[in-house]
């Protein structure tokens, strides 16, 4: 028996091979972007994470049509100087699905840092995780997942991870 894995870093739809019933799926959903005011106050948010399950077994039907959907990373935003009261909040990023015969299978994207204009002072807003799992935005840290390359939340200056979809199953060798 040998392992095979399949890495979706968009979506897609995948054919179950033969003689495979079962697999492992990891699963990420896009982290939410930072944001940024430098010019009045120097505001700063931080995106969260997008959620994740990590290596849950699931359940296939050789030959089924599984439909996979990989969420998108937000966007970070910072406001060039010279420019005030502008909403400069990043944006949120998207859900990641995967759905077989059986069930469907969700994360929510991390939400974006956001800047609160409308108060006085200005303040920073870091964005929640994702559920399940995410990890909230926490000004001065770079969030990531235990999938570290996607998902992450942005900061003001960095764009956030996108999604992902892997799946691992046993085959036999032939």
Not at 42 to 48: L, M, P, S, T
């Amino acid at each position: 028996m040998r392992e095979r894995v399949e890495v979706f870093d968009t979506s897609a739809l995948w054919t179950v091979p033969n003689r495979v019933f079962a697999a492992r799926l990891t699963l990420v959903a896009g982290g939410g972007g930072g944001a940024r005011n430098e010019h009045e106050y120097g505001i700063a948010a931080y995106g969260g994470s997008g959620a994740y399950i990590v290596d849950l077994p699931i359940s296939l039907t050789p030959g089924e049509v599984v439909d996979i959907q990989v969420g998108d990373a937000g966007i970070s935003n910072s406001e060039s100087p010279g420019f005030s009261n502008i909403n400069v909040s990043g944006v949120d990023g998207s859900n990641s699905s995967v759905t077989t015969q059986a069930k469907t299978f969700t994360v929510f994207g991390g939400k974006a840092g956001r800047v609160r204009m409308s108060t006085s002072p200005k303040v920073g807003i870091d964005g929640d995780g994702g559920e399940p799992n995410g990890i909230d935005g926490e000004s001065g840290k770079k969030i990531v997942t235990p999938v570290h390359r996607y998902g992450f939340g942005g900061s003001p200056s960095v764009q956030p991870g996108a999604g992902v979809a892997i799946l691992s199953w046993l085959e036999e060798a032939s």
